[in-house]
């Protein structure tokens, strides 16, 4: 049978296996008689168990991608030794499943011995407990079996697969891949929200579908072209082609010819993934204020589809004081009410607070790559800027018109010392016909350090936004390059940034629109962090509600845990 077959055949325990592994993950039936395993890439599972064994036994495995426990370093301590691998997992499992418990079914609450899982605080930790003499009982059938050699052996595949796709590139070192790895930090997931699975999208809807296209080795695109590669020249845009307003000149344009750029820049550090540490103060971004076409258009569009599936994102809470039934005791009304009752008179037994989700306590924004690697030609006959441009504007409109805090940035670079971002509308600007001009105006070209971008965005975004909820949308190929920013060092830093926002209360969505980028590379680029890739904007609405809804509440989990 073809993995699509099985896929098929298993629509709604993928989805729930890639939402809490935090990135795509198949599910596939196992041999007959074989306990539930995965490879890190695919869980297998027993298909003659029973409903609820199944999706107890998809729910281990993917905690256990999630939360770092087959690590290539970890993992390569268990192979031949498959008594140390079953005392492992019989305390690396319960470790794993409250790791993303606010990320189960409810139905799963009672999966995980919490007794036995918080002795433990990382897979490392579970291996030196596992290596020690104590007697440990036996994981649950349910938990399956580790397979080490299987692990590893699609580790290597991975990184052979990503070596393949970028030639004449030099192939990366095993210490690479593993330091790809290592990024995670073994955090809790910051993945697709349990609404997902009663979400009338899924299932067999088109979200089931998306996932099963996400799922996929490559993705095709109606060009019949490959990914663009990020070591090659298509991240440079020829003059001759280039339009009178190419973001890649306003780096060298005079005040006279062209921006009006900002004397002094922000500088950010960048993650060196060779030498496991930070390079302080690496990056220089500054705000490029955007020339405008006089041709450009000046209308924005209707964004009702986007809006729909956002409308019950970022509210706050709207507290009802005085009520007869509540959450929470209303003092003024409680201390009113038994003075009229020691008065001899009827007390109103109104006295309670009620909390309602009601106000919109939500600011986004939204980072737009316009590099040179999204003029490539794209899917629907359209470049794939053009399509990120048009997803982008639906979406600024969408929550805009739900009463968002919304800014708009793009980006691109050349080199650590030239990331230009350009503010196409601030938090403080009216969405208006200037703001539709100066996106429509936006032209690709350079490059993208997309690890600058994000941190510059989340400043931008922490200090400027004035709501508790902060919501940190990537449009982006996933083709991170620049000098001196390779592409396994460029994704690694991503990577990182991105976990930085999400360790300070922001939620990060990243989103792929028309490209043919490979589901490994923008793994690779985007690690944990929610993201999807769709064909066409058209296609936005299926997927943003349950990867929005995924952000925000990891971040809020974040925020409290702060």
């Keep these: 049978m073809s993995d699509e077959r099985d896929e098929d055949r298993h629509p709604g325990l993928a989805m729930l296996a890639s939402a809490l592994a935090g990135r795509p993950v198949a599910v596939a039936p196992a041999g007959a008689g074989e306990p539930p395993w995965t490879d890190g890439q695919t869980v297998f599972v027993d298909t003659s168990a029973s409903a609820r064994e199944r999706l107890e036994s998809v729910a281990v495995q993917a905690s256990l991608i999630a939360a770092g426990s087959l ?20 305390v690396e499992g ?103 699975f009663s979400s009338p999208v899924g299932g067999g809807g088109f979200l089931g579908k998306w996932l099963k296209k996400m799922l996929s080795s490559a993705r095709k695109t109606g060009s019949g072209g490959g990914p663009p590669g990020a070591d090659s020249p298509t991240h440079r845009i020829n003059s001759a082609t280039r339009g009178v307003n190419a973001v890649s000149s306003l780096a060298s344009a005079s005040s006279e010819e062209g921006a009006d750029i900002a004397a002094h820049g922000f500088t950010y550090p960048e993650w060196d993934v060779a030498r496991k540490r930070y390079r302080p103060e690496w990056c220089t971004v500054r705000e490029v204020e955007p020339r405008v076409k006089a041709s450009a258009p000046q209308g924005i569009d209707s964004a009702i589809g986007v809006r729909r599936p956002l409308a019950r994102l970022g509210m706050g809470l709207h507290r009802r004081h005085r009520q007869s039934q509540g959450d929470d005791i209303d003092v003024d009304a409680a201390v009113e009410a038994r003075v009229e009752s020691r008065a001899g008179s009827t007390p109103d037994e109104s006295v309670y607070l009620d909390s309602l989700r009601r106000r919109r306590d939500l600011s986004v924004l939204l980072l737009l790559d316009i590099s040179g690697s999204t003029a490539e ?147 690779a680029v985007f690690g944990s962090a929610a993201h999807a890739t769709v064909g066409r904007p058209d296609q936005l609405p299926g997927v943003i509600g349950p990867l929005f809804r995924s952000a925000l509440r990891a971040a809020e989990v974040r925020r409290r845990v702060a």
């Design 377 to 523: 030609p794209g899917s629907a006959g359209r470049t794939v800027h053009q399509q990120q441009r048009e997803a982008v504007a639906n979406l600024a409109v969408a929550l805009h018109d739900l009463g968002d805090r919304v800014a708009l940035y793009a980006y691109f670079s050349q080199g650590r010392k030239d990331v230009t971002m350009v503010p196409v509308k601030r938090f403080h600007d009216h969405l208006d016909a200037r703001v539709s001009r100066r996106l429509n105006s936006l032209e690709p070209g350079a490059y993208s350090r997309l690890g600058a971008a994000i941190r510059h965005g989340s400043a931008v975004l922490a200090t400027r936004g004035g709501t508790s909820r902060r919501l940190l949308v990537v449009l982006s190929d996933g083709l991170a390059y620049d000098h001196g920013y390779e592409r396994a060092y460029g994704a690694a830093d991503a990577r990182r940034a991105l976990t930085e926002a999400r360790r300070r209360g922001t939620g990060c969505v990243c989103l792929t629109v028309g490209a043919s980028t490979d589901v490994a590379s923008l793994r």
């Design 71 to 90: 690590a290539p370093e970890i993992v390569g301590d268990l192979v031949r030794h498959s008594r140390l691998t079953k005392r492992y997992l019989a």
């Design 94 to 196: 319960h470790r794993a499943l409250i790791a993303i418990e606010s990320l189960l079914p409810g139905v799963l609450g009672g999966l995980a011995d919490r007794r036995t899982g918080s002795r433990s605080d990382s897979a490392a930790t579970s291996l030196a407990i596992a290596a020690g003499k104590e007697t440990l009982a036996d994981p649950p059938v349910v938990f399956g079996v580790i397979r080490p050699k299987k692990v590893l052996a699609a580790v290597g595949r991975s990184a052979q697969q990503a070596d393949q796709e970028t030639p004449g590139h030099v192939p990366r070192r095993r210490d690479d891949k593993q330091a790809l790895e290592e990024l995670d930090d073994g955090e809790v997931d910051d993945t697709d929200d349990p609404d997902l």
